[in-house]
C-alpha cells in the first residue's frame, strides 16, 4: 500500500466513479492497517521498556549481593562457585540489555543554531605555529579549522532615545527687528508627556499580555537594570497603549468578521468586584477566521456573562449588550455576519443560529466533542463501544490529515469521496448501536450527542472551507489559560477589554508568523499620525515593516 502513502490530489483528477470507490475501499483498508501496526508498535515498546526496566533491576540486584555485606557465611568453594555464576548472569544480562538499547530509536542530532542570530567570533589560534618537532622548528601551514556554536544571551538592554533638535534663526530677519525662529516639530509620541519610546510600551504590554509577567515582577525585572518603573506607571503605559489600540482591534473584529467560515468559544477568566470584596466570573468570547483561511485572525470579546446576547451583539443583529466592548451607534453598525458558524453545542449559540432570525447563518459542530464523549466513557475500562467509536473517529482523522493541503475545493471533493463513507458508516454503527442500550445511561448520551446533532457535524462535508472540529479556535484561547494562572484576575471590566485589545493583536500577530514584540512596537510608533482611511494596513496580515534608507 505504499502508493497510498505517496497519493496526491491531482492523481484523483479523471477517475470515473467506479475506480473512485475502489480507491476509497483501498484507502480504508490501508488506514485500518495502519492502526493495526501503530498497535502492534506500541505493544512492543511497552514490552521492550518492561524489559529493560526488569534487565536494570537484575543487574542492580546482582550488583548488591557482589559488593554488599555478606550477611551469610559461606565456605571457600560455596563462594567461588556464587561468583562464578554471578559473573555468568551479569554478563548474560548486559548483553540483553545491550540488544533492546541498540533497538532503540536513535536521539535526533541537535538543530542548528537560528541563521539569524548575531554571531560573535573568537578566533583560538597557537600562540606559536612553528613545527615542535625537534630539529624541525620549520612554519606551519593553516589547513582548516573546527567551528562550534554555543547559545548566549544579554539580558534585555534599556537606553535613551535623545532627540536633539536644533534652533535656526534669521540674523539678517533678527537686526531688523524681527524674530524667525525654525526648528522640526516634536514627534507625536504614544505616550504623551511620558518617559517610554515605542519599543519600550510593546515591551511593558508583550511582558503582560503575551508572556503573562504581572506588573509587580516587571518592576524588579527592570530594577535589576537600575531602571525604576513602579506598577502603577507600566499600568499607566498599558492603559493608554490600550486606549489608542482600539481602532485597530475594531478593524481586526471587522476582519475577522469578513470570513464566511467564523470558529467560536468562550472561557471563564476572574474579574475582580470590589464592592463584594472578592471575585466574579467574567467571560472571553474568541472568534476566529477559518482554520484554512489563507489570512488568519482572531479576536476576543471580553464580557460580563455568557448569555447568548453577547454573541449576538458581536456577530450583528442586536444591540450590544452593557459589559460587551463594542457599542457603535446604531446608523454605524454593520449588517449582521452570515456564514458558516463553527462551535460547541452550548446553548448560547441557539439564539445566534435561529434559522427564523439569520437564514443565512449555518452551524458546524466539532468532531472532538463527539469523539470527547466516547473517550471518556473508554476511560472508564467498562465500554468496549467506545473503543470502538473511537477506531472510527480514529479513521475520519486520518483521512482528515491528507486532506490539510487541499483547497477548499479539492478538500470537498476529497471528503466526499473518502470521508463520507466513514461518517455514513458511523452513523448507521451508532443507529444500531443506540438500540443496544438502555435510555438514561452514559452510553446512551454519548451516542445521543452525535446522532441528534448529526447534519451539524457532518457540515464540514458539503464546504472544504469548515473544518472538522474546533480544536483550532481552543489552541488561540489557551492564553487566557496561561494568563489566568500569572496574574489570577482582571482588576475591572475596562482592564479587561483592553486585555482582549492587546491579546488579540499579539495572538494575529502570531498566526501571521510575525514577532510580536516588533509587530507592536512598529505599530505603536506609526498609530498617532497614521490615517484612520487606512488603518487595516496596519492589520498583522497586511502588515510590512517600514523600509528605513541606508
Known amino acids: 500500500m505504499h502508493e497510498m502513502d505517496a497519493l496526491q490530489s491531482q492523481d484523483l483528477r479523471g477517475l470515473t466513479p467506479q475506480a473512485l470507490q475502489a480507491l476509497a475501499q483501498r484507502l480504508l483498508v490501508h488506514v485500518q492497517q495502519q492502526a493495526r501496526e501503530i498497535a502492534r508498535r506500541d505493544g512492543e515498546i511497552v514490552w521492550r521498556d518492561a524489559k529493560i526496566e526488569k534487565i536494570t533491576f537484575e543487574l542492580a540486584r546482582l550488583k548488591r549481593w557482589k559488593f554488599g555485606a555478606r550477611t551469610e557465611a559461606m565456605d571457600a568453594q560455596q563462594r567461588q562457585l556464587f561468583l562464578e555464576t554471578l559473573v555468568e548472569d551479569e554478563a548474560d544480562l548486559q548483553a540483553q540489555l545491550a540488544e533492546l538499547q541498540a533497538r532503540l530509536p536513535q536521539p535526533p542530532r541537535r538543530q542548528a543554531l537560528p541563521e539569524h542570530l548575531r554571531r560573535v567570533e573568537h578566533h583560538h589560534e597557537p600562540a606559536d605555529t612553528h613545527c615542535p618537532a625537534a630539529g624541525c622548528g620549520e612554519p606551519m601551514t593553516r589547513v582548516g579549522e573546527d567551528v562550534s556554536e554555543r547559545l548566549d544571551v544579554v539580558p534585555a538592554e534599556f537606553f535613551v532615545h535623545r532627540h536633539i533638535r536644533g534652533k535656526w534663526v534669521c540674523r539678517c530677519c533678527q537686526r531688523q527687528g524681527v524674530e524667525r525662529l525654525v526648528q522640526e516639530p516634536a514627534e507625536v509620541q504614544i505616550i504623551v508627556r511620558g518617559i517610554p519610546a515605542s519599543g519600550l510600551v510593546a515591551y511593558t504590554l508583550i511582558s503582560r499580555f503575551a508572556d503573562h509577567v504581572p506588573y509587580y515582577r516587571q518592576e524588579a525585572i527592570n530594577a535589576r537594570s537600575g531602571v525604576h518603573t513602579p506598577r502603577s506607571t507600566l499600568a499607566a503605559w498599558a492603559g493608554q497603549a490600550g486606549s489608542a489600540l482600539h481602532p485597530l482591534y475594531e478593524a481586526l473584529q471587522r476582519f475577522v468578521l469578513g470570513s464566511a467560515v467564523v470558529q467560536a468559544d468562550e472561557t471563564t477568566v476572574a474579574m475582580l468586584d470590589p464592592g463584594a470584596g472578592k471575585t466574579r466570573k467574567a467571560y472571553v468570547w474568541a472568534y476566529a477566521r477559518g482554520e484554512f483561511d489563507p489570512h488568519p485572525g482572531v479576536v476576543y470579546d471580553f464580557c460580563l456573562g455568557r448569555g447568548s446576547k453577547y454573541p449576538l451583539a458581536f456577530l450583528g443583529g442586536l444591540p450590544n449588550p452593557p459589559g460587551s466592548q463594542t457599542d457603535p451607534p446604531a446608523e454605524n453598525r454593520d449588517p449582521p455576519w452570515s456564514g458558516t458558524l463553527v462551535c460547541d453545542l452550548y446553548g448560547g449559540y441557539d439564539a445566534v443560529l435561529d434559522p427564523r432570525i439569520f437564514p443565512q447563518r449555518v452551524s458546524a459542530a ?103 472540529d474546533n480544536n483550532y479556535l481552543e489552541r488561540q484561547i489557551k492564553p487566557w489559560a496561561m494568563g489566568r494562572k500569572a496574574w489570577l484576575f482582571c ?37 498617532p499620525t497614521h490615517l484612520n482611511s487606512r488603518i487595516d494596513d496596519l492589520l498583522p496580515h497586511r502588515w510590512q515593516p517600514l523600509q528605513i534608507p541606508d
Open 366 to 468: 466539532c468532531a472532538a466533542h463527539a469523539r470527547r464523549k466516547f473517550d471518556e466513557l473508554a476511560k472508564s475500562g467498562k465500554s468496549t463501544l467506545a473503543t470502538q467509536a473511537i477506531v472510527r473517529f480514529a479513521a475520519i482523522y486520518h483521512a482528515e490529515k491528507s486532506f490539510a493541503g487541499m483547497d477548499d475545493q479539492t478538500r470537498t471533493q476529497a471528503r466526499q469521496r473518502i470521508a463520507a463513507p466513514l461518517w455514513q458508516e458511523l452513523h448507521t454503527w451508532l443507529k444500531l448501536e443506540r438500540g443496544r442500550v438502555a435510555d438514561g445511561g452514559a452510553t446512551a448520551n454519548a451516542i445521543d450527542y452525535s446522532l441528534n446533532h448529526w447534519p451539524a457535524l457532518t457540515r464540514h462535508l458539503l464546504d472544504g472551507a469548515v473544518p472538522v
Open 491 to 527: 482588576g475591572s471590566e475596562l482592564a479587561g477589554q483592553r486585555a482582549a485589545i492587546v491579546m488579540s493583536l499579539v495572538q494575529s500577530a502570531r498566526l501571521n508568523g510575525l514577532e510580536p514584540w516588533a509587530y507592536l512596537r512598529d505599530v505603536l510608533d506609526r498609530l
